[in-house]
Protein backbone atom coordinates (compact mmCIF):
# COMPACT_ATOMS: atom_id res chain seq x y z
CA UNK A 1 0.00 0.00 0.00
CA UNK A 2 1.12 3.48 -0.82
CA UNK A 3 -0.04 6.36 1.60
CA UNK A 4 0.04 9.61 0.26
CA UNK A 5 -0.63 13.83 2.50
CA UNK A 6 -1.09 16.82 0.21
CA UNK A 7 -0.34 20.24 2.01
CA UNK A 8 0.37 23.60 0.49
CA UNK A 9 -3.02 24.19 -1.13
CA UNK A 10 -4.60 27.92 -0.16
CA UNK A 11 -5.87 31.15 -1.85
CA UNK A 12 -4.30 33.49 -3.58
CA UNK A 13 -4.91 36.16 -5.96
CA UNK A 14 -3.90 36.07 -9.36
CA UNK A 15 -0.21 36.43 -10.22
CA UNK A 16 0.98 34.80 -7.22
CA UNK A 17 2.79 31.67 -5.64
CA UNK A 18 1.63 28.46 -3.98
CA UNK A 19 4.07 25.07 -3.86
CA UNK A 20 2.24 21.75 -3.03
CA UNK A 21 3.64 19.16 -1.47
CA UNK A 22 2.85 15.16 -1.51
CA UNK A 23 4.52 13.20 1.23
CA UNK A 24 4.05 9.52 0.42
CA UNK A 25 4.40 6.31 2.77
CA UNK A 26 4.18 2.50 2.29
CA UNK A 27 5.54 0.29 -0.57
CA UNK A 28 7.97 2.09 -2.96
CA UNK A 29 8.31 -0.71 -5.32
CA UNK A 30 3.92 -0.12 -5.85
CA UNK A 31 4.94 3.12 -7.95
CA UNK A 32 7.50 4.78 -10.27
CA UNK A 33 5.25 7.57 -11.25
CA UNK A 34 3.88 10.65 -8.97
CA UNK A 35 1.39 12.96 -10.76
CA UNK A 36 -0.36 16.08 -9.88
CA UNK A 37 -3.80 16.24 -10.77
CA UNK A 38 -6.34 18.80 -10.47
CA UNK A 39 -10.33 18.75 -10.70
CA UNK A 40 -12.60 21.82 -10.91
CA UNK A 41 -16.20 22.10 -10.03
CA UNK A 42 -17.93 20.71 -13.29
CA UNK A 43 -15.33 20.03 -15.11
CA UNK A 44 -13.22 16.77 -15.85
CA UNK A 45 -10.03 15.53 -13.64
CA UNK A 46 -6.80 16.68 -15.66
CA UNK A 47 -3.38 15.76 -15.14
CA UNK A 48 -0.94 18.82 -14.57
CA UNK A 49 2.30 17.46 -13.75
CA UNK A 50 4.59 13.97 -13.16
CA UNK A 51 7.39 12.72 -12.41
CA UNK A 52 9.37 9.65 -12.39
CA UNK A 53 10.61 8.82 -9.03
CA UNK A 54 13.92 7.06 -10.08
CA UNK A 55 14.65 8.92 -13.50
CA UNK A 56 13.07 12.54 -12.30
CA UNK A 57 12.08 12.58 -16.30
CA UNK A 58 9.25 15.41 -15.89
CA UNK A 59 5.92 15.88 -17.99
CA UNK A 60 3.30 19.02 -17.93
CA UNK A 61 0.03 20.05 -19.18
CA UNK A 62 0.11 22.76 -21.65
CA UNK A 63 -1.88 24.93 -19.57
CA UNK A 64 0.61 25.09 -16.98
CA UNK A 65 3.77 24.67 -18.82
CA UNK A 66 6.27 27.16 -17.76
CA UNK A 67 4.29 28.30 -14.90
CA UNK A 68 4.55 25.16 -12.62
CA UNK A 69 7.77 22.56 -11.68
CA UNK A 70 7.36 19.42 -10.29
CA UNK A 71 9.78 17.76 -8.24
CA UNK A 72 10.92 15.78 -5.78
CA UNK A 73 12.61 14.89 -2.81
CA UNK A 74 13.51 10.80 -2.42
CA UNK A 75 15.28 11.28 1.09
CA UNK A 76 12.07 12.46 2.32
CA UNK A 77 9.11 10.38 -0.02
CA UNK A 78 7.93 14.04 -1.03
CA UNK A 79 6.56 15.49 -4.13
CA UNK A 80 6.35 19.09 -4.91
CA UNK A 81 4.49 21.23 -7.03
CA UNK A 82 5.69 24.55 -7.24
CA UNK A 83 2.61 27.03 -8.42
CA UNK A 84 3.99 30.51 -10.32
CA UNK A 85 1.76 33.06 -12.27
CA UNK A 86 -1.34 31.52 -10.93
CA UNK A 87 -4.54 32.36 -12.83
CA UNK A 88 -8.12 31.97 -11.73
CA UNK A 89 -8.47 29.29 -14.42
CA UNK A 90 -5.92 27.29 -12.09
CA UNK A 91 -8.46 27.28 -9.22
CA UNK A 92 -9.39 23.76 -8.15
CA UNK A 93 -8.56 20.86 -6.11
CA UNK A 94 -5.54 19.20 -6.45
CA UNK A 95 -4.30 15.54 -5.90
CA UNK A 96 -0.93 13.66 -5.39
CA UNK A 97 -1.23 10.52 -7.03
CA UNK A 98 0.79 7.61 -7.26
CA UNK A 99 1.34 4.47 -9.76
CA UNK A 100 3.14 2.51 -11.89
CA UNK A 101 3.84 3.83 -15.75
CA UNK A 102 1.82 1.46 -18.00
CA UNK A 103 2.74 3.24 -21.36
CA UNK A 104 1.56 6.44 -23.13
CA UNK A 105 1.35 9.87 -21.64
CA UNK A 106 2.09 10.18 -18.19
CA UNK A 107 -0.45 12.61 -17.41
CA UNK A 108 -2.93 10.10 -18.38
CA UNK A 109 -1.37 7.15 -16.54
CA UNK A 110 -4.57 5.15 -14.25
CA UNK A 111 -3.31 6.19 -11.04
CA UNK A 112 -3.88 3.48 -8.25
CA UNK A 113 -3.28 5.56 -5.07
CA UNK A 114 -4.51 8.85 -4.39
CA UNK A 115 -4.40 11.86 -1.48
CA UNK A 116 -6.85 13.27 -0.06
CA UNK A 117 -6.75 16.16 -1.58
CA UNK A 118 -5.94 20.23 -1.48
CA UNK A 119 -7.78 23.17 -2.06
CA UNK A 120 -6.09 25.99 -4.29
CA UNK A 121 -8.41 29.07 -5.03
CA UNK A 122 -6.75 32.06 -7.12
CA UNK A 123 -8.78 35.22 -7.34
CA UNK A 124 -8.61 38.09 -10.05
Known amino acids: QVQLVESGGGSVQAGGSLRLSCAAS????????MGWLRQAPGKKREGVAA????????YYADSVRGRFTISQDNAKNTVYLQMNSLKPEDTAMYYC?????????????????WGQGTQVTVSS
Open 26 to 33: GSTNRRNL
Open 97 to 113: AAGVYAGGSPLGTDFRY
Open 51 to 58: IFTTSSGT
